[in-house]
């Protein structure tokens, strides 16, 4: 629910302009290819450490999980601080 705090560990897609944590990542599908994911906002690819393009197309994802603690506001995680791995 909205105003929950949360700890979030994962693999992180940025597409669209749209960070998307992910439980995992897909091979196929779009926008995301993010399978049971929530959108992060407050953060960028700044955050992924090292990253790599996938399936040739404008998907990035960061190599190693990364960790953000933030705050869900509709449906989304505001975050309030992250780190990867």
Known sequence: PTGTEVRLVSKAVFEN?????CSLIL???????CGNGIQVVGIGLEA???TETFFGGPGIRAVEPITVVGVIHDGVVVAI?????
């Open 48 to 50: 992924f450490g090292e």
């Open 17 to 21: 302009g749209e960070v998307w944590m």
């Open 27 to 33: 091979e196929t599908g779009a926008p995301s290819r």
């Open 81 to 85: 601080s992250s780190e990867s791995s």
